[in-house]
T-cell receptor, first 111, second 114 residues
């Protein structure tokens, strides 16, 4: 699976948009980009995933660059409850289905 | 609530002992995954079962074993425990064998080895 690079930490003011970047320059054509988050030792929570088109759900939006070498997770109106570690994961359907977690980005939302 | 349940929530035991962690997947999910999260190693994939059969192995020690039963619940057995086995153990489930299905995680079991 392709490796990902994320900043170790980011800050965001409550009510503002949080934009979390992820680099995956070695991503292959059949690999998806997944985002999970983990709130303080709870089980990781699925947020969103995409292949090459931008995706949006009730939690977030995922913007994938045209060359697919990077992506941005957008939380449109961050709240204190969004404080968590956010993991960007690239998965190949040929390599099995386990999630390979990196160190992620610790997002701190403050009032 | 992800629909995945894990028991017990906390487990305290001594070195050399053996423990069993239990996971019940979401209704209808055929795949169960086990992950270990320790302070120094982060979240690591241990093993996956699909409909009762082992599907993939990650960084699972030989002292650890798992199985998935006909009712699809799974157990992770840890033996000859060492201090370094202290960690959070998460179970996750997903709907099928394909990798596109998102995984839903349980609340975890916190294991402390003294």
């Amino acid at each position: 699976d392709a490796k990902t690079t994320q900043p170790p930490s980011m800050d965001c003011a409550e009510g503002r948009a949080a934009n979390l970047p992820c680099n995956h320059s070695t991503i292959s054509g059949n690999e998806y980009v997944y985002w999970y988050r983990q709130i303080h030792s709870q089980g990781p929570q699925y947020i969103i995933h995409g292949l090459k088109n931008n995706e949006t759900n009730e939690m977030a939006s995922l913007i994938i660059t045209e060359d697919r070498k990077s992506s941005t997770l957008i939380l449109p109106h961050a709240t204190l409850r969004d404080t968590a570690v956010y993991y960007c994961i690239v998965r190949s359907y040929q390599a099995g289905t386990a999630l390979i977690f990196g160190k992620g980005t610790t997002l701190s939302v403050s009032s | 609530d992800s629909g995945v349940t894990q028991t017990p929530k906390h487990l305290i035991t001594a070195t050399g002992q053996r423990v069993t962690l239990r996971c019940s997947p979401r209704s209808g999910d055929l795949s169960v995954y086990w992950y270990q999260q320790s302070l120094d190693q982060g979240l690591q994939f241990l093993i996956q079962y699909y409909n009762g059969e082992e599907r993939a192995k990650g960084n699972i020690l030989e002292r650890f074993s798992a199985q998935q039963f006909p009712d699809l619940h799974s157990e992770l057995n840890l033996s000859s425990l060492e201090l370094g086995d202290s960690a959070l153990y998460f179970c996750a489930s997903s709907g099928g064998g394909g990798s596109y299905n998102e995984q839903f995680f349980g609340p975890g079991t916190r294991l402390t080895v003294l």
